[in-house]
């Protein structure tokens, strides 16, 4: 499967950003989806998850209360609506699908990833 995303940019600090990440190649509802996030010098980490049919998502406490992921499976795409952005959320951000209905929140678990998205968040 191939991943697309996009929606990144600079917004400053309290502002919001939607990501995209559009899939291709195969049957997008046999994928569980994450979005992962990578920061300057820093190593890729998870930022939240959601199964197959959108019944199930997990955050990391980071974002929990502020990020929420969804997917819209008719359309082939999972998104991640960033509200009260904060200056540490500056990062780029990954898609990426997993062979599993419900995906785990280790890089390892993911199967394809998209190019990643850039997203700064100003003070």
């Known amino acids: 499967v191939q991943l697309q995303a996009s929606g990144g940019g600079l917004v400053q600090a309290g502002g919001s950003l939607r990501l995209s990440c559009a899939a291709s190649g195969r049957t997008f509802s046999n994928y569980g989806m994450g979005w992962f996030r990578q920061a300057l010098g820093k190593e890729r980490e998870f930022v939240a998850s959601?199964?197959?049919?959108?019944?199930?998502?997990y955050y990391a406490d980071s974002v929990k209360g502020r990020f929420t992921i969804s997917r819209d499976n008719a359309k082939n795409t999972v998104y991640l609506q960033m509200n009260s952005l904060k200056p540490e959320d500056t990062a780029v951000y990954y898609c990426?699908?997993?062979?599993?209905?419900?995906?785990?929140?280790?890089?390892?678990?993911?199967?394809?990833w998209g190019q990643g998205t850039q997203v700064t968040v100003s003070s």
């Open positions: 959601i199964s197959w049919s959108g019944g199930r998502s």
């Open positions: 990426a699908a997993a062979k599993v209905l419900f995906p785990p929140k280790i890089e390892d678990g993911y199967d394809y």
